[in-house]
C-alpha cells in the first residue's frame, strides 16, 4: 500500500459532515486516522477527537504529537479525562506526561485511579532514557503453578488490556522472575502441562535492569530476536516490559543521537521542524565554537612558515585541497570504526587488526590519490593554469598527501576506539573532530616536505 | 543479563567432555550456541556443530557467519544437509544462498525437496534488497471462510513449522489477500465466530509488492507497528511476510548504509573486520578522487588571489579556520536534514520552513562565532601571536565568517532536498561534499570582504 490519501476526509469535514466522517475514521488504521488529525486545524481536531468512539479516541491518543495531546487535555471534562488515562497504556501515559506542563500532568494524575497514579508516578521517577522510564507495565504473568488450561484462560480474561499477550513471562510467589513463555509454546502444549514444564529458563531468560540504558535494551532484542524485552528490578523482581515497537523507536532515536554527536551536535529529542530556532541554535554553537578557537593552532602553523609561503605563493593554494582530502580520508575511517563500535561489531580488543587494515588501505588509497594528482596537476601546468610548476613541487604535493591519508585513517581509526576505551561515546570523533586534527598534521606534513625537497 | 561467559564451555571442550558439553549448550539461547560456536577454530565448529540436536543445529545454522555455514554444509552428509535445508526458514536459506559459491548452491538445492527448492528458487530471482528477496514464505494463512475454532486448529497443527503465528493472513479462493487477523483478536474472539468477522479489512490492511524497496517495508512496520509485513505480487496474492526481527536487521543496515554514504563511501553488506583491504580501499577511493579533483576550483580561487595574498601573508592564515567553520556549519545541518528526510519528518514540501528556519539559525551561530572570533584573534594580537593584525583586518575574518556560516547553513539544507527532488539519496550531500561545496564558496566569500576592506 503506498501512502494514504486524504482528500474525501477533507471534503466531508468541510461539507460538515461529521456522521458521514466518523463512518470512514472508524475503518482506518489508528495511525492514519492520527495523521489526518495532525493535518487538521486544532478546533477541527478536537472535534473530531471528540466524535470517536470512546476506546479508538484512546488509541488514536497515543500516536498524536505531546502538543496536541495537551491541547485534548485541556478541552475535555474530567470524566472524559478519566477514561483516557485508565484507557491508555501506562508507557503512552508517561511519553506524554514527561513533556506537558506541570499543571497538565496534575490534572491527569488526579483524574487516574489511585492505582494508575500509582504505577505511573513511579515510571516517572525513573531516569531519562534508562529501561524503567520506557516500559510499560501491561504484561501477561502467570505463577510458576499454573497449568497451560488456566493460563490460556487467565489471558482470555485479562488478554484486551495487556500491551502485548505473545510473550508471557512466569513468577514466583515473590514476583521474581523465573521464566519466559512464548505465547507460541503455550498454545501448541497439551492442556494440563505445566507452565514451568516448557517455559524458559535459567540462562536463557533475557531481561534488563530498571536502570540499564534504553540502548542496552535495544541491542538485547535485536541480538536475540525478542519481542518484548522484562524488565526487573535489583531484587530480580519483573517489574515491567518494553515491547518491540516501541524498541524500534529507541533504534531510531540513538541512531538519530549518534548521527546528531558525529556532526557535533547536542542531541535533540523533538524532530527538526519541531524545534525552535534558539535551541537549533544552542545545540550547534558550542562545538563550532571549540572548532573555531582550536583551529588557531593551523593558524600557527602557517604563520611559522610565513616565509616560506611568501616564496613559494603556489603552495598555499593546494592547502585546501590536501587538507580536504585528508579530512575526508579520516572520516571515512571514523565513520566506519564509529558504526562498527555501536553494533558491536568492532571492539576495542580489536584495535590492532583494525590499524593495520587501516594502514594498507590507506596506503592503497593514498598511493591511488598521489598518482591522480601528480596527474591533474601535471596536466594543469601543461596547460599552464596550475599554480605549482615544475614537477619537484608536484611531488611535494603528492608525498604530502599520500602520508596525510595514512596518518588521517590512523587517526581515524584510533580516536573513537581510546575514547571508547575511557567510555565516553566514540561517535564524538566523527568526521568534524578528526578533519579538525588532520587539518593541522596535514599542514605540518606538507611544510616538512616542501622544506626538504623545496629549500 | 550482562554478556555471557563461555569460559566453563571453552573448558569442556578442551577436556573432551562433549557429553558434558552438549548438556550445557542446550540449556543456552541459539544466539548464544552460535556466538560459541563462532569463537572455536573452524575443526571443533564442525564437531560441536554435530553433537548437537538436529533441530537445534539448524536453528543455531541460522544464526552462524556465511564462511562457516559454507564449511559445515561442505562437512555434512547429503541426509543431514537435506534435514537442514527443510528445516530452516526460507528466508535464512536464501540469505546464506546469496553468498555461497555456485557449487554449493547447486548441492543445497539438490538435497532440498521439489517443493522446498521451487519456494527458494523463486525467492532467490527476486531483486537484491526488494521485499521479495527478505521475505519467507512460512506464515499462517486462513481461507475466510473458517471459524475461530477451525482456525486455531490449524495453528495447533501447523504452527510449529510457521516463522511466526502472532500475525495470521486471510485469503479468498484466488489466495488474494483479503485480511490480516492478529492472534490476540483470534483468542480473545468466540469459538463459532467467522474470521471474516474479526479481521482487520480493506483499507486497514498494510501489504508491500515482492519489487517494493526493503526500506519501505521497515518504513511500514515502524509507521504502523507491525509485528510482520505480508508481501503480495502484481495481483494482490499473499506470496510472503517479512517479521519484525528481519525488519529491524534492515533498519540497522539501512541506518548503516546512510552512514556511509554520508561519508562518501560505496556502502557494503559485510562488518567492517570480514572486509577485506582491497574491497575496503575501493570502496572509499572513488570519491576521495572526485572531491580531490574538484577542489581544483579552490586551488584555481586562491590563485587568483595570489598577488593580494603575497601582499597579506596573514590573511592565508585564517583559510583553514575560516574553511573548517563553514563546513562544520554546512555539516551540521545536512545532517539534520538527510535524518528528518530518511525519517519522513522533513519532506520536500517543508523547503522554504528549512531554509528559513536555518537563515536565522546560522545568523545567531554566525553572529556568536563572529563575535568569539573577534575576541580570539583581538587577544592573540595583544599577545602579539597573530598574523592577522589591526582591527580591520580582524574586521575581514569575522564578516567573513559570519556570510560563510549562513551560506554554509543554506547549501547544507537545500542540497539535500534539491537531491531528494530529483529522486537520488539525499545522504549523499553529508559533510564531505558539503564541505568541498562549501570550502570554494568560503574563500570568494573571504577574498570579496578581504578586497573591499583593505584594498
Redesign the interface.
Known amino acids: ?1 503506498e501512502g ?1 490519501s486524504f482528500d474525501s476526509l477533507f471534503e466531508l469535514l468541510e461539507q460538515g459532515n461529521l456522521k458521514q466522517l466518523r463512518e470512514e475514521l472508524i ?3 489508528v ?2 486516522i492520527a495523521e489526518f488529525l495532525e493535518t487538521t486545524p486544532i478546533d477541527k481536531l478536537l472535534l473530531i477527537f471528540r466524535i470517536l468512539p470512546k476506546s479508538l479516541a484512546a488509541e488514536v491518543f497515543a500516536y498524536l504529537e505531546t502538543d496536541n495531546q495537551a491541547k485534548i487535555v485541556n478541552s475535555i471534562t474530567d470524566t472524559e479525562l478519566s477514561y483516557l488515562v485508565e484507557e491508555l497504556y501506562v508507557d503512552d501515559a508517561v511519553d506524554f506526561l514527561e513533556e506537558v506542563p506541570a499543571s497538565v500532568v496534575r490534572r491527569v494524575l488526579a483524574s487516574a485511579t489511585p492505582q494508575t497514579r500509582e504505577v505511573i508516578n513511579r515510571v516517572l521517577k525513573y531516569p531519562e532514557n534508562s529501561a524503567g522510564s520506557v516500559m510499560t507495565t501491561e504484561m501477561v504473568e502467570f505463577h510458576n503453578r499454573y497449568t497451560v488450561r488456566e493460563a ?1 484462560a487467565q ?2 480474561r485479562t ?2 488490556d495487556k500491551e502485548t ?2 510473550t508471557c513471562y512466569v513468577i514466583n510467589d515473590h514476583r521474581k522472575l523465573k521464566g519466559v513463555l512464548p ?2 509454546r503455550l ?2 502444549a497439551e492442556e494440563d502441562t505445566l507452565i514451568k514444564d516448557i517455559m524458559v529458563e ?7 535492569n530498571t536502570h540499564d540504558d534504553q540502548e542496552q535494551v535495544a541491542d ?6 525478542l ?1 518484548s524485552v522484562p524488565v526487573v528490578d535489583n531484587e530480580n523482581r519483573l517489574v515491567g516490559i518494553i515491547t ?2 516501541d ?3 529507541i ?2 532515536e540513538e ?2 543521537e549518534d ?2 554527536k ?4 547536542t542531541p535533540s529529542e523533538e ?3 519541531k524545534t525552535g ?2 535551541t ?2 544552542k545545540s ?2 558550542l ?3 571549540i ?3 582550536s ?2 593552532l ?3 602553523i ?2 611559522g612558515f ?1 616565509n616560506s ?2 616564496m613559494f ?2 603552495l ?6 590536501l ?3 585528508g ?3 579520516g ?2 575511517t571514523s ?3 564509529i ?2 563500535l555501536a ?1 558491536g ?2 571492539t576495542v580488543k ?1 584495535y590492532f ?2 590499524l593495520w ?1 587501516e594502514v ?2 590507506s596506503l ?2 593514498g598511493g ?2 598521489a598518482v ?2 601528480f596527474a ?1 596537476m601535471w596536466l ?1 601546468a601543461q596547460w599552464g ?3 605549482v610548476s615544475g614537477v619537484t613541487a608536484i611531488l611535494v604535493v603528492c608525498i604530502a ?1 599520500m602520508l596525510g ?1 595514512v596518518v588521517a585513517k590512523c587517526i581515524g581509526c584510533t580516536l573513537p576506539i581510546a575514547v571508547k576505551l575511557i567510555h565516553l561515546d566514540p561517535a564524538l570523533m566523527a ?2 573532530m578528526i ?2 586534527i588532520v ?1 593541522g598534521i596535514s ?1 605540518v606534513i606538507y611544510f616538512a616536505v616542501a622544506r626538504m625537497l623545496l629549500m
Open positions: 500500500m494514504f475503518d482506518l488504521n495511525v492514519d490460556i489471558i482470555r488478554g484486551l499477550i505473545y505465547l507460541r498454545l501448541l535459567d540462562e536463557q531468560v533475557i531481561s534488563v538485547m532484542a535485536r541480538k536475540y530476536d519481542l518491540i515497537d524498541i524500534v523507536d533504534i531510531e541512531n538519530t548521527l546528531e558525529m556532526a557535533l551536535m524532530t527538526y521542524l530556532v534558539f537549533h541554535a550547534r554553537i562545538w563550532l565554537m572548532l573555531m578557537v583551529s588557531t593551523t593558524e600557527q602557517i604563520n610565513e609561503l611568501a605563493v603556489g598555499t593554494a593546494c592547502i585546501p585541497m587538507m580536504g582530502t579530512g575526508n580520508a572520516n571515512q565513520t566506519l570504526i558504526r562498527g553494533l561489531e568492532v580489536d587488526r583494525v587494515k594498507r588501505v592503497i588509497c591511488a590519490l591522480g594528482n591533474r594543469l593554469i596550475q599554480p598527501m591519508v568526521g568534524p578533519t579538525t587539518d599542514l
